[in-house]
């Protein structure tokens, strides 16, 4: 299911690359993307209990928030000090984010994707019984908005 996961994401990344990539440098563009070979992964895990997953994500949220950091100043465009300040601390990180005005820092970077398994109802039609029924179903939901410390903090994880 991870494999699939990852496979499925960079396959969509790379199209949607694609796609931006036509016009007038579109050769020059699919070469470099092709230069790049994009792609992703995907983690799965079993734990003994509860706990046991809750630490994982409550640290997994805490070096979220350092690397998105790194990440937006990585990122940035148009800054040639960048290489220097990638070897510094948070603090200096963040202070230049702050002066170059690219604070807040986007939802992923600050707060990391946290996905769950979601239930609903769903109506539909029973062919058998010739009626329509009610049933729930499942799916998998990115949480928007919510930070998982603080979801952890409100014991809200599930």
Known sequence: MTTLAAGHV??????ELANLCHGKNATKSLEKL????????CRMASFDSFEEARALLIWRAYDCSVNGISDAV??????SGKKELMTKGMGEKLKWLKDAKRLPLRPHQAFGTYFTRVKF??????????ENVTSWRSRIDRMEGTPLLKLAKADSLL
């Open 10 to 15: 960079t396959a969509t990344w790379v199209l």
């Open 34 to 41: 092709l230069e790049l070979a994009p792609h992703f992964d």
């Open 74 to 79: 990585y990122h940035s465009e148009g800054f």
């Open 121 to 130: 109802l769903k109506e539909g039609w029973n062919p058998v019984k010739k």
